[in-house]
Nanobody, 131 residues
Framework: QLQLVESGGGLVQPGGSLRLSCAAS????????VGWFRQAPGKDREGVSC????????NYADPVKGRFTISRDNAKNTVYLQMNSLKPEDTAVYYC????????????????????????WGQGTQVTVSS
């Protein structure tokens, strides 16, 4: 059964950086696209970014474009989210999850809208951006 574990969150000042990691526990991410999501207090969960199974294709939500970079190391069964120029509005619990990928094109837009079935949700990692 797919199970993902998020790590790397913390408290950072505005303008700072963090790198989140999403590791597969006792399973493999082979054949899965992976998405990062976040949920701020009192708000619905929203998609942040997603990456294809090969790592060659990515998609980002508008609020994070140009600031966040998603990547993956398939040898380590891990997906990363590099977050730069952080803003207070990035404060949230960040989650990762995986969705089966046969072809990237049909899922490229859906992968951050929540329209796909995702598996392996972890406990999340808290990111707080505050001075």
């Amino acid at each position: 059964q797919l199970q993902l574990v998020e790590s790397g969150g913390g408290l950072v000042q505005p303008g700072g950086s963090l790198r989140l990691s999403c590791a597969a526990s006792r399973s493999t991410l082979d054949g899965y696209a992976v998405g990062w999501f976040r949920q701020a207090p009192g708000k619905d969960r929203e998609g942040v970014s997603c990456i294809s199974r090969s790592g060659g294709n990515t998609n980002y939500a508008d609020p994070v474009k140009g600031r966040f970079t998603i990547s993956r190391d398939n040898a380590k069964n891990t997906v990363y989210l590099q977050m730069n120029s952080l803003k207070p509005e990035d404060t949230a619990v960040y989650y990762c999850a995986a969705t089966p990928e046969i072809l990237w094109t049909p899922i490229q837009a859906k992968c951050i809208t929540g329209a796909l079935r995702y598996y392996g949700w972890g406990q999340g990692t808290q990111v707080t951006v505050s001075s």
